[in-house]
């Protein structure tokens, strides 16, 4: 499957942002998708994930409460609606896919998308 992240930008602190990935390719509905970040100078940290149903979510303590994932698996779309963002959130945000459900191990996703940007100015 292929993903494309898209919807990154810059946002004052406190503000919002949807984010958008696009899959194409294999069956959409039969991958759980994630989405993680990287800061720079950081390593990949992950930020929530949504069961290919998408009746099952997780998040990463950092941004629990603030961020919702949800997906369309009609359009083959997932989305990450980022609210009250604080400037730890800037990062380079990606989309992946996996066949199992996994929180937080990146290496158990088998496809990844380019990465959108998401800077937050305090």
């Known amino acids: 499957v292929q993903l494309q992240a898209f919807g990154g930008g810059l946002v004052q602190a406190g503000g919002s942002l949807r984010l958008s990935c696009a899959a194409c390719g294999r069956i959409f509905s039969t991958y759980h998708m994630g989405w993680f970040r990287q800061a720079p100078g950081k390593e990949r940290e992950f930020v929530a994930v949504i069961s290919r149903n998408g009746y099952s979510t997780d998040y990463a303590d950092s941004v629990k409460g603030r961020f919702t994932i949800s997906r369309d698996n009609v359009k083959n779309m997932v989305y990450l609606q980022m609210n009250s963002l604080k400037p730890e959130d800037t990062a380079v945000y990606y989309c992946?896919?996996?066949?199992?459900?996994?929180?937080?191990?990146?290496?158990?996703?088998?496809?990844w998308g380019q990465g959108t940007l998401v800077t937050v100015s305090s």
């Open positions: 992946a896919a996996a066949s199992f459900y996994t929180i937080s191990r990146d290496t158990a996703y088998e496809y």
